[in-house]
């Protein structure tokens, strides 16, 4: 499927992708991807399920030689240029058939999930003797490199090695669970990244990736160089930015220790934070996690702290073919044209692609903590 130099290739098979065959290319009506900085991503295959031909009264092809089916591994990819990205790989969870009528086209919707599912399909009640929180991630995602899982793991600010004679790390629910619960911990996300070859996914386990060089700007307002569809909206939550303020009580060195958070501490975007611009109005919360030296407490309220702060939201429509690009999440795009209050760097937690025969369009959710651009410039 090609438009303006936007070509969509989707590749399917039970266990090893391929291209699809051409008469069930010929039947895609489009595609939607759905990804997230955090959690799982979802896509969706449309695909006409007309029926013709001697075969037609029996059933429509589509349910019997499509590789488009339950448990399959399916990955999308879009060309922009010359450059291919893969947007999703992940496995079918669902299929949903309309037959036709007088007013409208019998319809074939696949619905699947990334990779992560792999992870979140067992419960595993586990021991992880002697393991701190990272080395936990890289245990866990170690069986499931056959697959195509590469882990990408950032050490944490803090770490607390467990002594065996005094606690043993357990696990209790799925895979997945146990990842987003140990990132939870740290202010850190969890996420499935596709890519960057067909087949291969990134397990990602950090902290939200606000540095390096932002990806082309979005443009608001400027005439034959806007890309943005309408009116971008942006909304601030009071309510969001938390501090937190308690005390713990170190098993090692048996004293009490305050523990206490006064603002953020990962890279500014905006020049004009919130939590520190409203700060008697910020709300406060206690921390009240026991049985942990003061180390960890005092990282752990940190991550509270850091994963609350941005409360500044940009919600649109970016027109595919204006941008020149594949706008993606977990990273930071630049912003021109909605003013100095909106103007500047944004970290992208949301795009949802939707390309069908003739346009290709995304829906974007960006955060900030504030108002106000950090940059003199971004990049075009």
Known sequence: MTLLGVHLT?????????????DVTSRVRGVTVTESDAGRSAFTVTLDAG????????????LTSSPLRANARVVVMLTVGAVPVVLADGIVTETALTPGSADTAAELQVTGHDLSLLLDRHEAPTEHVGLDDMLQVLKIAAPYLPQGVVPQVVPPPALDPPLPIERIPTQQGTDWEHLEMLAHYHGYVVAMVPGPAPGTSTLYWGPPVRAGAPQPALSVDLGPDTNVTGSPRFREDALGPELVEGQVQDPRLGTVVPVRTVGSLRPPLAALPVWAVQQPDVRTRQYRDSGVPATTALARAQGITDSSIDCVEATGTLDGGAYGSVLRPRGLVGMRGAGWSHDGLWYVRRVQHRVARGSYTADFTLVREGYGSTVPVVRV
């Open 10 to 22: 989707v590749l399917a098979g039970r266990t090893v992708p391929v291209p699809l065959p051409p």
């Open 51 to 62: 029926r013709s031909g001697p075969t037609a009264a029996l059933d429509t092809s589509l």
